[in-house]
T-cell receptor, first 116, second 112 residues
Framework: AQKVTQTQTSISVVEKTTVTMDCVYE???????LFWYKQTASGEIVFLIR??????ENATVGHYSLNFQKPKSSIGLIITATQIEDSAVYFC?????????????FGSGTRLLVSP | AQTIHQWPVAEIKAVGSPLSLGCTIK??????LYWYWQATGGTLQQLFY??????VESVVQLNLSASRPKDDQFILSTEKLLLSHSGFYLC???????????FGHGTKLSVL
């Protein structure tokens, strides 16, 4: 069964610095899709970035980028030039390929606090 | 543009009472639909998904049921609430089985 693990419960950084959040996953499928979302204080869940397992290049969107290490089953999220409004809970998620993709598994989340 | 609307925004219910939560997606034909539950400070636990009208698949058993009576509507319900049902319920949709999820704003449920 697929599994997603985020070991960092919370991280505190000073604004304008770079932060990395870890995520490791387990799957028997050769094709899978990895996502990062953030949940704001209001409960809203916002999609940030995705990585498809067959792509070698790390995805980048704005000040979010991924460190995809397939041999280690790892997909880290890197936020550069952090801002106060980046404070939120960040979730890593995985979908397997084919009909297995209807089950989307989330990690336990990492709370990020960005201070002035 | 597609929109997703969840109702109600919040509910306070008594143990043993019935519950019905709803979700409507506008602007997207035949979406894949999902229900998630989140305990306070917890992860997102998938409850159900639906690929088409009238068909719902259960992912975990939490004494809840779901139905999809229309292409754009997803309902979560139970006849008897438990204290453990308290939490945040989120509806989501996706275009395919490998795309991102679009989430609604959620329903906060307190069971007393």
């Amino acid at each position: 069964a697929q599994k997603v693990t985020q070991t960092q419960t919370s991280i505190s950084v000073v604004e304008k610095t770079t932060v990395t959040m870890d995520c490791v996953y387990e799957t028997r499928d050769s094709s899978y899709f990895l996502f990062w979302y953030k949940q704001t204080a209001s409960g809203e869940i916002v999609f940030l970035i995705r990585q498809d397992s067959y792509k070698k290049e790390n995805a980048t969107v704005g000040h979010y980028s991924l460190n995809f290490q397939k041999p280690k089953s790892s997909i880290g999220l890197i936020i550069t030039a952090t801002q106060i409004e980046d404070s939120a809970v960040y979730f890593c998620a995985m979908r397997e390929g084919g009909t297995g993709g209807y089950k989307v598994v989330f990690g336990s989340g990492t709370r990020l606090l960005v201070s002035p | 543009a597609q929109t997703i609307h969840q109702w109600p925004v919040a509910e306070i219910k008594a143990v043993g009472s019935p519950l019905s939560l709803g979700c409507t997606i506008k602007g997207k034909s035949s979406p894949n639909l999902y229900w998630y539950w989140q305990a306070t400070g917890g992860t997102l636990q998938q409850l159900f998904y639906s690929i088409t009208v009238g068909q719902v698949e259960s992912v975990v058993q939490l004494n809840l049921s779901a139905s999809r009576p229309k292409d754009d509507q997803f309902i979560l319900s139970t006849e008897k609430l438990l204290l453990s049902h308290s939490g945040f319920y989120l509806c989501a949709w996706s275009q395919t089985s490998n795309e991102r999820l679009f989430f609604g704003h959620g329903t906060k449920l307190s069971v007393l």
